[in-house]
């Protein structure tokens, strides 16, 4: 037998894992499937219930009622725990890998013990419309993170109410765009300026917000150039929508201009703190000037990101635009704590009720866990586990870190395979098919690419050094590989639960199909 | 006296001081100052946060937020009829037992090889949901059902190229609100109003205000008042005289009894999945779905993201991807459809599994049972001097309104007086829909018991009096 521990270590160096996805070749749920099997029972109506009302539909017209039961899949229960323990393994949580590969997510350590407080009945079990005094604990997390929040962007007013980032933006959008009304300026003030690193999701909340979108391109510093936002500026222009670091992990020095020139033109400036985990302490959204920010709790503030969500976007403005916050607002008078929805101006509700309680719940807790001194430290250290891993990096073959050579970075970085390309025909995006082979996730970058064959590393806080150097070890075999043997990496994935994907299906109508039912409906026409 | 001793913090490995300092030689830094030092002098924050002070230890910090939370009061503790979009199902272990592993919970944008698991989850999710409501798309989850009302709408504006919508008054007021709100800048929206005695949609009005102008006419079905809408068909078939999309917003739980909307002629359908597994959470278990035919106007319409099935190089193995991405905000920016992001996948993840769990039968079962018990209630309530339940004649699912008005008491009032018994009374109608002069919305749902009932009505005897 091999002696796997002579493998592991060569030289006093970890050897890459023999990692191999779980492959349980679990089928589709409905091929499960038999005839008459329980996997649970409901609850049975009271003997006295059923004297009075035998028969529950009978009041329904024969046209409201179902003519053939939904054809769910009929299983037992120990059938449904083993499918979807399978697939849960089939799946690669940031839980299990190294996962600094999903650049600009933030995917740090989800502490356990924030997962357990928030599945507590006192969060689990709350009714949102049951009356304020049964809920006070609740309110009391919502407000208390608020006052955090402020603390950390410097702004006045937050609102923990929408339901991830992009609807974040949103709300910052909507609140631009009542404010300029209000102002008798919503005609003229119909477009904002953003920038071509920023996520693409902004540009497209801002759009359906109804504003025109202007987009910067960066100069070679690697962020747009003050005189790029000057030409742009005008009497048109609603607000500055940007991200300070950009994905690139480049701080913009001169944001505070960018600020001054917009807020000259009767603009209004909006931060997406996307990035803000290695800036916290450090600088804020305040002394730059900014109207509006954004924070991701599930990004930055450690609530897990559960596949995509539930999450929170939370919204914070200063004291001017807090007319225009989404109703309801927590407030306190020193003794309770109350919904506020008595604010005339207000652009109403984002969501049904008051956001997603539990995400604040884990991100409360963090940042209890941290306090200011930790906070600093996750700043610190991310920057730090960044620009090592930049270190690092850099001294792969065939990679590169594009603009600002002899600046430092912030806490993440937009790498470019572009010599490797041009030197061995491999792509950036196969690099991560092959990268998976080793048990960790690899990111190219939003589209468009302006980085050719780009790659986004963000190594956040919750990562050892021996396991930024693991990760940095898996690159450079891959990219070797590239260089030796290319056949390896076209033929990837090698370890993962299924092997090369045909998407063409995914973009013909007469073949894609999104649930079993269409799927089997197009596969047996083409069998016919 | 000693020095303060450097903090390791446990989630931060590099935190020790050996390893900092070690890391920070390699990155030729005196120390982690000199890595901000792109960020200018006056935007620094030359003071420590103004935070309080941590909790270090893992049990004084859930020593502490136990301690705030435990002023809450849930349904555990009450008696709850509350609902409103928002309702006390019972979640069966295994929901939550799924969506607490590690590998979902934690799992976020991996592709299709590293998290296979993750896109045959969600492809099953809009597989049964699409089985529920007899339709072959179904989007990843958004944020809630506002959110897919919304979307659901902007959609058929642009499959329809047309601007403005129709909107049954008797649905959701803050989900109207967040309709109006979300198209104003493209789409007009105008209310149609229902009839007082049966809350059904007012068709003459209806017709009177539909136009070659119409992209869309909503509903609500179950309504938000409780009542079923039993003329579904003859609003779709108005709506498509004019060539508009019939939307309608369906309560998941009801279909294991009442007819999917497809089968009354919706185009689209949306709604939340909150019944579907989700704990209530204080109004955090909402997911929106949003399902249509496979016709390709229609797909191309959806921002979300649609998880397709697709071949492999091996035969026989299933492989995952993403549907049409080049309609999507991630491919196009602004010149995508609305925009799509993180919203609330893990609880799509949860609601297969409840619909796997419950399968046809207990889907059946559920809505049914649910049925038998709000026409218990709803009997037992009209018995109480004064009290009338149902105000709408109508059919009903799990809600209902129940009037006050002859009592001559608020329901502000008599929701305090059932709060001190136990009790959470339905949610007061009087600021949304004065019309109904002093009404509740009471939620019935298979977790109450006939003593449950009962006591309810007792109180409400006791209060009323």
Known sequence: MRDITKQRYTGGKANLRRFHQARWDEPIIFELSRPGQRAILVPEVDAGIRREVSDGTAALPARMRRKEPPRLPELSQPQVLRHYDRLSQETLGADLNIEIGQGTCTMKYSPKVNDQLATLPQVAEVHPLQPEETVQGILEILYRFAEILKEISGLDHFSLQPGAGSVGIYTNAAIIRAYHRLRGQGDQCDEIITTIFSHPSNAACFKTAGFKVVTLHPGEDGYPGLDALKAAVSERTAALVITNPEDTGIYNPHIREFVRTVHDAGGLCSYDQANANGILGITRASEAGFDLCQFNLHKTFSSPHGCGGPAVGACGVTQELARFLPVPVVAFDGRRYRLDYDRPDSIGKIGPFFGVAPVVVRAYAWVMSLGAKGLREVAEISVLNNNYLLKKMKEIRGLSAPYAKRQRRIEQVRYSWERLTRETGIRSEQLGVRAADFGVHYWTSHHPFVVPEPCTLEPTESYSREELDEYVAIMRHVAEEAYTDPERIHAAPHNSTVHTIDHTPLDDPTQWAMTWRAYGRKVSREDG | ?465
């Open chain 2, 1 to 465: 006296m000693s020095e303060e001793r450097p903090v390791v913090y446990p989630y931060i490995p590099n935190s020790v001081p050996d390893v900092k300092a070690g890391m920070l030689r390699e990155v030729g830094a005196q120390s982690t100052e000199d890595l901000f030092q792109d960020i200018p002098e006056h935007l620094r924050l030359r003071r420590d946060l103004d935070l309080p002070e941590p909790l270090l230890s893992e049990y004084a910090l859930r020593r502490h937020v136990e301690g705030i939370l435990s002023r809450n009061r849930s349904c555990k503790d009450y008696l709850s009829f509350l609902g409103a979009g928002c309702a006390q199902h019972y979640v069966p272990a295994l929901c939550d037992e799924v969506n607490r592993r590690g590998e979902f919970l934690t799992a976020y944008a991996g592709g299709p090889y590293e998290d296979h698991g993750r896109f045959q989850a969600l492809f099953e999710y809009a597989s049964m949901m699409g089985e529920l409501l007899n339709m072959d798309v179904v989007n990843v989850p958004t944020y809630d059902g506002f959110q897919a009302a919304a979307t659901s709408i902007r959609m058929a504006a642009r499959i329809t190229g047309r601007r403005e919508a129709l909107l049954c008054r008797a649905g959701n007021p803050g989900k109207l609100g967040r309709i109006r709100e979300y198209c104003r800048p493209d789409i007009e929206v105008r209310l149609v109003g229902y009839d007082p005695i049966s809350g059904q949609m007012d068709l003459e009005a209806l017709a009177a205000t539909l136009s070659g102008r119409t992209a869309a006419v909503y509903f609500e079905n179950p309504s938000y008042l409780g009542f079923i809408e039993t003329h579904g068909d003859e609003v779709s078939r108005l709506a498509h005289a004019y060539g508009a999309v019939c939307v309608v917003s369906v309560d998941p739980s009801s279909l294991g009894v009442l007819a999917p909307p497809a089968d009354y002629g919706a185009d689209i359908v949306c709604g939340d999945i909150q019944p579907l597994g989700m704990h209530m959470q204080f109004g955090g278990g909402q997911a929106g779905f949003i399902a249509t035919r496979d016709e390709e106007r229609y797909v191309m319409e959806f921002p979300s993201r649609l998880f397709g099935i697709a071949p492999t190089s091996v035969s026989g193995e299933y492989g995952f991807g993403d549907v049409a991405y080049e309609r999507t905000s991630f491919a196009l920016r602004e010149k995508g459809k609305e925009w799509v992001g993180t919203a609330a996948a893990l609880w799509g993840i949860t609601a297969g599994v409840y619909l796997a769990l419950m399968g046809p039968q207990g889907m059946a079962e559920l809505a049914e049972g649910i049925m038998a018990r709000s026409q218990y209630a709803m009997a037992h309530i009209a018995r109480v001097c004064g009290v009338r339940a149902p105000v709408f004649q109508a059919p009903h699912f799990k809600e209902f309104t129940v009037n006050l008005d002859r009592t001559g008491k608020r329901v502000a009032e008599v929701n305090r007086q059932l709060l001190e018994r136990g009790i959470l009374g339905g949610k007061d109608l009087s600021q949304e829909f004065p019309e109904l002069g002093q009404s509740a919305l009471y939620c019935i749902t298979e977790v109450h018991t006939r003593g449950d009932i009962d006591g309810l009505v007792d109180a409400l005897q006791e209060v009323v009096k």
